[in-house]
């Protein structure tokens, strides 16, 4: 079992990961919100009967990357006969208890924002396998997140089948990866190229993800918890190791 604990800004959006199976899950599979997170007291719940005016929010992307399934933290949720169910929970926009149809994978990503200022923790069952593959769609935004709760770098990442674009052409054919900021206003950019250079602008001579001035990628870029936009012209995979 594991569990990672992020602070939360009042009013701000964080791309946060699926991370855990629920505890107990012996092959890969997937959780419940109201497994996978925990919030702290000051975080509230708001109602449906306000219409979710004070709820904390989440957003997760559909599959074809054209909107999102909107799910709220309430009081006055009801299940499919439309009786109250009597506790805190997160429900999905007509006030319904979750069904499987909202159920969280391995390695999908979500948009989280409460009004209110507090914590989360998510948490249940570490994946067992040492490298965990998800595949790349075409010419679309994907929101991606390392099914391991641990830092990562893009440099340490298995690419595969995905056609590296080049620095020398502004990126304008690169797969891309967008790494929203610790402040929610902007992303820190990344591309795989076939041209990049090392801090001494030498080049390193093989595909590889580097920033947006062409250069090699040294550190973590995505901290627990945390998940990531991925944009790319041709369908692939990104292999991530533990």
């Given at each position: 079992v594991g569990f990672n604990n992020i602070d939360i800004k009042a009013g701000q959006f964080?791309?946060?990961?699926?991370?855990?199976?629920?505890?107990?899950?012996?092959?890969?599979?997937?959780?419940?919100?109201?497994?996978?997170?925990?919030?702290?007291?000051?975080?509230?719940?708001?109602?449906?009967?306000?219409?979710?005016?004070?709820?904390?929010?989440?957003?997760?992307?559909?599959?074809?990357?054209?909107?999102?399934?909107?799910?709220?933290?309430?009081?006055?949720?009801?299940?499919?006969?439309?009786?109250?169910?009597?506790?805190?929970?997160?429900?999905?926009?007509?006030?319904?208890?979750?069904?499987?149809?909202?159920?969280?994978?391995?390695?999908?990503?979500?948009?989280?924002?409460?009004?209110?200022?507090?914590?989360l923790s998510l948490a249940g069952q570490v994946k067992g396998e040492a490298l965990a593959v998800q595949t790349v769609p075409a010419g679309q935004f994907y929101i991606m997140s390392n099914p391991f709760p641990t830092a990562f770098s893009f440099a340490n990442v298995v690419t595969t089948g995905l056609v590296p674009g080049t620095f020398d052409d502004d990126?304008?054919?690169?797969?891309?990866?967008?790494?929203?900021?610790?402040?929610?206003?902007?992303?820190?950019?990344?591309?795989?190229?076939?041209?990049?250079?090392?801090?001494?602008?030498?080049?390193?001579?093989?595909d590889c993800w580097a920033d947006d001035g062409g250069y090699i990628l040294e550190g973590n870029q995505v901290q627990p918890g945390a998940s990531f936009w991925i944009k790319s012209p041709t369908t692939g995979s990104i292999g991530f190791n533990l």
């Amino acid at each position: 079992v594991g569990f990672n604990n992020i602070d939360i800004k009042a009013g701000q959006f964080y791309l946060l990961a699926t991370q855990f199976d629920k505890t107990g899950t012996e092959t890969p599979g997937a959780i419940d919100m109201n497994d996978l997170i925990k919030l702290s007291d000051s975080i509230e719940p708001g109602t449906f009967d306000d219409d979710f005016a004070t709820a904390p929010q989440i957003q997760v992307l559909n599959s074809s990357g054209s909107g999102y399934f909107m799910y709220y933290y309430i009081s006055d949720a009801t299940d499919i006969e439309d009786e109250y169910l009597g506790y805190d929970c997160w429900a999905d926009d007509g006030g319904y208890q979750l069904t499987d149809a909202s159920l969280l994978t391995m390695g999908e990503g979500f948009w989280f924002k409460s009004p209110v200022a507090g914590s989360l923790s998510l948490a249940g069952q570490v994946k067992g396998e040492a490298l965990a593959v998800q595949t790349v769609p075409a010419g679309q935004f994907y929101i991606m997140s390392n099914p391991f709760p641990t830092a990562f770098s893009f440099a340490n990442v298995v690419t595969t089948g995905l056609v590296p674009g080049t620095f020398d052409d502004d990126f304008a054919t690169a797969p891309q990866i967008q790494v929203l900021n610790a402040a929610g206003t902007g992303y820190f950019m990344y591309y795989y190229i076939s041209d990049a250079t090392d801090i001494e602008d030498e080049y390193v001579g093989y595909d590889c993800w580097a920033d947006d001035g062409g250069y090699i990628l040294e550190g973590n870029q995505v901290q627990p918890g945390a998940s990531f936009w991925i944009k790319s012209p041709t369908t692939g995979s990104i292999g991530f190791n533990l």
